[in-house]
């Protein structure tokens, strides 16, 4: 089975712009969440779909968003994109909902750098 | 609420000797708890799971974890190092969501 895609794998953006980052989970799994990791912060959930549904969000401007589409694949959207949203993002996979239920399979992350 | 305490920012240990990585837990309810590697560049691999079953759980690449509820902790530990053991480790706990601890880097000397 492929594992997580995430893409692209790298993106230079300028203060001020909007991004679209995508997520193709493993093949069966129907949950999805989104994660930042800055080197001052750790590794910090963004959120969480299930079945085309947010089910979970992290502590997180609305400038961050997502969204699920009917195959599972996700997106997330950062507009008006500021010097600290520079940081890899990093998608991942479970089967059914839930993080405690089921263990989640990591994409290799897409590195975003805000000049 | 959850939170996760790794001990060590930074391991360093010879090749072939033992290591330990050390994480305490806080949960108001059972919790999931993991721990995943982070290679350089790469995204985080599962090493290991515990979810209320046996104490003692076995990971791959000849990591091992013992869950101690008494202590709040879930120390990872392999018996021998590896050069290719060097990366990152994260212990996470999970009740709604997860939880990363800060992580811990692991230098594995020749």
């Known amino acids: 089975k492929a594992g997580v895609t995430q893409t692209p794998r790298y993106l230079i953006k300028t203060r001020g712009q909007q991004v679209t980052l995508s997520c193709s989970p493993i093949s069966g799994h129907r949950s999805v969440s989104w994660y930042q990791q800055t080197p001052g912060q750790g590794l910090q959930f963004l959120f969480e779909?299930?079945?085309?549904?947010?089910?979970n969000k992290g502590n997180f401007p609305g400038r961050f968003s997502g969204r699920q589409f009917s195959n599972s694949r996700s997106e997330m959207n950062v507009s008006t994109l500021e010097l600290g949203d520079s940081a890899l993002y990093l998608c991942a996979s479970s089967l059914e909902r839930g993080a405690a239920a089921d263990t989640q399979y990591f994409g290799p992350g897409t590195r975003l750098t805000v000049l | 609420a959850q939170s996760v305490t790794q001990l060590d920012s930074h391991v360093s240990v010879s090749e072939g000797t033992p290591v330990l990585l050390r994480c305490n837990y806080s949960s108001s309810y059972s919790p999931s708890l993991f721990w995943y590697v982070q290679h350089p560049n790469k995204g985080l691999q599962l090493l290991l799971k515990y979810t209320s079953a046996a104490t003692l759980v076995k990971g791959i690449n000849g990591f091992e974890a013992e869950f101690k509820k008494s202590e709040t902790s879930f120390h990872l530990t392999k018996p021998s190092a590896h050069m290719s053991d060097a990366a990152e480790y994260f212990c996470v706990v999970s009740v709604n969501d997860m939880r990363f601890g800060a992580g811990t880097r692991l230098t594995v000397k020749p």
């Open positions: 779909y299930f079945s085309e549904t947010q089910r």
